[in-house]
């Protein structure tokens, strides 16, 4: 799955390094820069020790790489959201640290201790597991995409928010470690009248939603570990259910209990909130699939361009909750020539992909598009054609064509084009 | 990649989930369990909100979950080691903060502003880059284990240090986002007597290495972010080299110089250091490339066995610098017999894997031992074959196999068998 530089794109970049890389870099008997002819304080004293951070945290020239919130969406933090740097990030791993927030009643802060999961309802026997309890059932690790419902929702009426961490940054790719849902339902054993589960949280909204028995028996996991080490707390720490593809408010953090149903329990959160109100002021429920999606991460507002022309790197992310992305297409003119873009990381289902297109600025304005294809022939949408069908009353599932404009001096903006 | 619920062992877990999962659960009517009949603090009152956290960090609950040093192996932190606690973490990415360290002279706080790179030596135009140039360069997305070559290099001599955190946490598996060094030794353009590189690194040991330009050429990258964010500064920040499956000093961090020559340099750090003293006095140079090795992680040590007998779950990592690894067995009985662990997890090329084996404790004293197969067919050697070849003079290069033995209070301590 690793991509080794063996491909046949090798050929073309190889030349584009030859014609474009020594403009990039100066030649090496330029006197002057005081970088290169000056000894560096860290080149002549002795640095930190070993003992300095037990656990690790990012430079303190990184300290502008972080989760941001939008004030006019944030009046009550503890219900709200903030969102993930992708401008600021590459590959396809998010940091924990920096993977965005979204809470009903702010971070519940649970002692594992006296963390339990109680599984009742439509089962044979009604049971409640601890953390240990949990370790001892069959685990998997896979990677997968997280995006909250409301990604992008503010652009349904035009072109908002200055930035993809903005736009797009209601999303973060993680592995996860954990037991599959089917292995516990199976333990308790579900009625052939459970064709629904209803998650809840630990934390003061309860949260829940309904998830049909397909669904929890296919591929939820109970997981307890994000890229390697616990949950972090406001991921759900010590369990949160991962739902892959679906929509990020099923999945469900702090999960004390399960139970099983004959009927989905139409809570608020999947009918009040989470819902699509249609044209004709009708509300589509349960639009649970987050269909396929790209953004350029850079260049894009909060990341300009920094050089006058030539050689440029634009790379951005793209996911399906239908499965893989095979192919991302690129247009720097606003969508009336495409050109295949480059991935690179591995491919795994549910999860992001990253790309990334080469090209020679000539140093006149752009406008930047990126368009997903999914592994089921799906293509990624224009905002026009999602709002013919979808009207202008949504706030959920904007999967839209982004555009970024970016003018002579690499400074981009969102916009829209006809 | 993504490991699906659906593999050919979904049988055979199912039914030990049926045998066993019971077992583990209590059932739900058990009265008396205040976590259950208790309403706790974190369902009843608001937690902190979204801005509580620009960058996240674990839970309280976790603060024993850090890198940790060996007194006396770190009489002189600034040129010493820690270790990454192997025993707390799954899947297969090592999240940032707990990736182990080694420096030859602290931590070079290196200013990104200031940051150069030089290629120089027998090349047709010496060039300095800057950060922004190296981003002008196309880029790749790979996760690689970086593994000292000191690694379990205190067990030679039997069995020293009692946590597969002290024995075998000189490992760390990350995302790499970073240019292929090919490009930038194209664009300065080799020379036809140019055979080797020496990177170079800015801190004040200024740490160097020779490497035959063939390696160069193939899969090395000029890294700039790990797990999606920059690098760590203890992990080179703001450029490493990356230097697949080959030994973790050959990944020069903070890297400031490459320069290209017709022959190595026999620099300190590959004659005095990291070489293999043989039985005969002999040192051999040039043990670049990692063989296959694996440890079990839980139980171990550091990790009890927190029950009293029924289903539990063995799980550890492997690793190869020749390939993937698509099997590991495990031995409950100090290597009289063996079983087929289960794999979990997307298995890249010169990457950790994760191994899990479930099994029905009876409760008697254990011998866990693992044992990884890589993809060129090599079988990880036990400690005895190891030192019938490598005698007890070696510091590095130690992959045998491990044993822990397992008390029947579940305690586990570092052992060998004959």
Redesign the interface.
Known sequence: ?????KTSRRGF??G???A???T???????AG?P??TEL???????????????????????AH?????VEWL?A???S???FTPLH????????????F???H????????A???L???GLVD??????L??L??????????FLECAANSGMEWRGAQLNGCQFTHGMIHNV???GV?L???L??AGVKTNGKWIMPEG???S?MTRSIPIEKAM??CLVAF?M????L???QG??VRLVVPGWEGNMWVK?M?RIEVGDQPWHHREETSKYTDLFKDGKARRFTWEMDAKSVITNPSPQSPI??KS????L?GVAWSGRGTIPRVDVSIDGGKNWAEA?M????????MH?F?Y?FDWDGSPLLLQSRAHDSTGYVQPTKSELRAIRGENSIYHNNGIQTWYVNEKGIAENVEVS
Not at 310 to 313: A, R
Request: hydrophobic share 30%; glycine share 8%; with cysteine.
């Open positions: 799955m690793n991509e080794t530089p970049l190889a584009a390094i030859a474009g890389g020594a990039v870099a100066a030649k090496a008997n330029a820069d970088a290169i560096q304080d860290w080149s002549v004293a002795l640095g930190e020790g070993v003992d300095a951070r037990p656990y690790g945290y990012p430079s303190e020239y990184e790489v972080k989760r941001r919130s944030t009550d933090p503890v709200s959201v903030n600021e990030l590459d590959g396809i791993i998010t940091p924990n640290g920096l993977c927030e979204r809470h009643a702010g971070i519940a802060d649970v002692d594992p006296k963390y339990r109680m599984i009742n026997t009604p049971l409640v597991f601890t240990q309890d370790m001892r059932f069959p685990r998997e690790n896979r990677v997968h592995m996860y470690t599959p089917r292995y516990l199976e333990t630990a934390d003061a309860a296919d591929d570990k890229n390697g080490e616990a972090r707390p406001e720490y010590p702090w004390r920094l050089h030539g050689p440029t790197v790379t480059r690179s990381g591995p491919s795994l289902d549910k999860s990253r990334y080469e």
